[in-house]
């Protein structure tokens, strides 16, 4: 078969796997023919190349196609070559640079978030947090970032748990808290204005995978008299474009 025919083969093939993607219930030959303005002939011909590699699978009621469980092993294979700290490094150190604050990498950890990862900025200041070390999910920029978009039981947990008091800034008041956490994922990004740490104030962003879970957050911290409140509207942008970068990395959001 010439080259160019074979290219166009996979090319059409791509596009009936895509196709199937959208239609949970699958589509039968006539209505992929019709959306991909090929013959019927051609279509059954890729469609049955595919099912014998295992890549779709027929109803043998309804006679529709859908995705097979093979691309569920591929998908696999890509999700765990994903990990976040290795994916994430580069472009905390970008941001780091860019901001000379420090940067952080968290994950949830039960009802805290685990520092995975930390960039220090060249300033003298020394903060609290280190890798492996956790943080407050209800007194951190980081925590609120997650908790803002997990899911009412998890933030329900959270609360029961007990909203420790760290500074006099600190929110210990569940409905606070609550409609707090409403306010952080209307805006896309959590403040921590001295909550944790007396003298330090953070900016954080939530991180997502591939099918749109919060997996973890990012965050630029420093000094109050670096991260001034005047600075927060710019750090903020930064943060969320970068946590952004990272999600995308993730595979988040799948189909863009």
Request: hydrophobic residues 40%; proline residues 3%; glycine residues 8%.
């Amino acid at each position: 078969m010439p080259q160019d025919n074979t290219v166009q083969s996979i090319e059409r093939a791509i596009n009936i796997l895509e196709e199937l993607a959208e239609e949970k219930e699958g589509l039968g030959v006539t209505e992929l023919s019709r959306r991909l303005n090929l013959h019927k002939s051609t279509v059954h011909r890729l469609l049955s190349t595919l099912l014998s590699l295992g890549y779709v699978e027929q109803n043998p009621y309804s006679e529709k196609y859908r995705l097979g469980i093979k691309l569920l092993h591929l998908g696999g294979a890509i999700l765990e070559r994903m990990d976040l700290r290795k994916e994430a490094h580069d472009l905390l150190k970008e941001l780091s640079d860019e901001v000379n604050e420090a940067v952080h990498l968290v994950v949830p950890d039960g009802n805290r978030a685990l520092y995975i990862d930390k960039i220090d900025s060249s300033r003298t200041i020394r903060m609290y947090s280190q890798i492996g070390r956790r943080a407050p999910m209800h007194a951190s920029a980081v925590g609120k970032a997650i908790l803002a978009f997990s899911s009412e039981d998890f933030v329900r947990k959270v609360i029961d748990e007990g909203l420790e008091k760290y500074t006099s800034n600190t929110i210990t008041d569940p409905g606070k808290l609550v409609e707090h956490l409403k306010t952080v994922r209307a805006r896309g990004f959590a403040v921590d204005d001295e909550e944790n740490e007396e003298g330090i104030r953070c900016v954080g962003a939530p991180i997502f995978d591939y099918s749109g879970r919060v997996i973890g957050a990012l965050s630029i911290s420093g000094a109050t008299v670096t991260v001034t409140p005047d600075k927060v509207k710019i750090l903020a942008a930064r943060v969320k474009e970068y946590a952004a970068k990272i999600s995308r990395r993730m595979g988040w959001p799948l189909n863009k």
